[in-house]
């Protein structure tokens, strides 16, 4: 193969790649979006770093502050699979939903946002 035909391969492919890549950040930007309407959050905070992680920390039922501790290296682990399972908890979810939110959000928060999915503030 020709230097040409490798190059013009590789910028078809990256060109691909940039519009999924942008394909699934818009589908991930409305689950989230619809989500935080769900549960009575503006849905605009979902594209404003930070404030996006606060919001979703709120929907999930627990204090603000626990944004600082999103900062902290292993606790933010912990604070994520908490706060994962429970916005699953506060949707009307078990564990598994929990943990499929945790391994899949791209996917999962499209479920919750369009789903039939109800929020009741129930955890924390």
Do not use: Q
Request: proline share 4%.
């Amino acid at each position: 193969m020709s230097a040409l035909a490798s190059s013009t391969t590789t910028t078809v492919f990256s060109g691909t790649y940039v519009i999924l890549y942008l394909i699934v950040l818009v589908l991930v930007i409305a689950g989230v979006w619809m989500t935080f309407v769900k549960a009575g959050r503006p849905g605009w905070g979902a594209i404003i770093p930070f404030y996006n992680v606060y919001l979703l920390i709120k929907v999930a039922g627990r204090p603000g502050w626990w944004l600082i501790l999103c900062f902290i290296p292993i606790v933010n682990l912990i604070i994520w699979i908490i706060v994962a399972l429970d916005v699953a908890k506060n949707f009307g979810h078990g564990a598994g939903f929990g943990i499929l939110l945790i391994f899949f959000p791209e996917i999962m928060y499209l479920v919750l946002g369009f789903g039939s999915s109800e929020y009741h503030a129930v955890a924390a």
